[in-house]
């Protein structure tokens, strides 16, 4: 079982405000991991940390920020969310190294902007 | 970069009947080739896996077979069960980590029991 935890799963907000979607993983991984999906859809990299205070973009533009200051903890950050925000965010995290070590996703958080 | 198409869409099978599910991929560099079972309001959840230095791989009811030559592999599921019910994604990365995995497009399997 993955040790990876997602807050809140549940969101719906108004346009213009300011949300940061949590996540934490309890099993030391460096690389960490934000997708986005929407319902039924493919899972689209938003951005990556291969470590404390490493963030990349990832192949999905995304108007969302992230930070990595303490290993265990990838919160993400729409400053102004907007109706074409409204999505599934899933966090995962995995070790580094050669290819092929498992990512272990969360449960993913929907967030709803009205 | 990579381009991952995966069929069909969707699959209804029998309960105890054979499901199997194909992926193409673009990118001969690529190498690990994951496959992932989302179950509705969960995060995917990874099965089975292979490298392309295999060109099979079996865990119970679930198989992986992978063709580097025509660039396609597929996820084959035996016997199966209502549980078996998800979205399956395949995946393809190349040598150097995860954050270039790009995945399928999912294909919603049900199981009639």
């Known amino acids: 079982e993955a040790d990876i935890y997602q807050t809140p799963r549940y969101l719906v907000i108004g346009t213009g405000k300011k949300i940061t979607l949590e996540c934490s993983q309890t099993?030391?991984?460096?690389?960490m991991y934000w997708y986005q999906q929407d319902p039924g859809m493919e899972l689209h990299l938003i951005h990556y940390?291969?470590?404390?205070?490493?963030?990349e973009k990832g192949d999905l533009s995304s108007e969302s920020t992230v930070s990595r200051i303490r290993t265990e903890h990838f919160p993400l950050t729409l400053e102004s969310a907007r109706p074409s925000h409204t999505s599934q965010y899933l966090c995962?995290?995995?070790?580094?190294?050669?290819?092929?070590?498992?990512?272990?996703f969360g449960e993913g958080s929907w967030l709803t902007v009205v | 970069g990579e381009n991952v198409e995966q069929h069909p869409s969707t699959l209804s099978v029998q309960e105890g009947d054979s499901a199997v599910i194909k992926c193409t991929y673009s990118?001969?560099?690529?190498?690990?080739f994951p496959w992932y079972k989302q179950e509705l309001g969960k995060g995917p959840q990874l099965i089975i896996d292979?490298?392309?230095?295999?060109g099979e791989k079996k865990d119970q009811r679930i198989a992986v077979t992978l063709n580097k030559t025509a660039k396609h592999f597929s996820l084959h599921i035996t016997e199966t069960q209502p549980e078996d019910s998800a979205v399956y994604f395949c995946?393809?990365?190349?040598?150097?980590?995860?954050?270039?995995?790009?995945f399928g497009t999912g294909t919603r399997l049900t199981i009639i029991p």
């Open positions: 292979i490298r392309s230095n295999v």
């Open positions: 995962a995290s995995s070790w580094s190294g050669t290819s092929g070590n498992t990512i272990y």
């Open positions: 990118d001969s560099a690529s190498n690990y």
């Open positions: 995946a393809a990365s190349m040598d150097f980590g995860n954050e270039k995995l790009t």
């Open positions: 099993m030391g991984h460096d690389k």
């Open positions: 940390s291969y470590g404390v205070n490493s963030t």
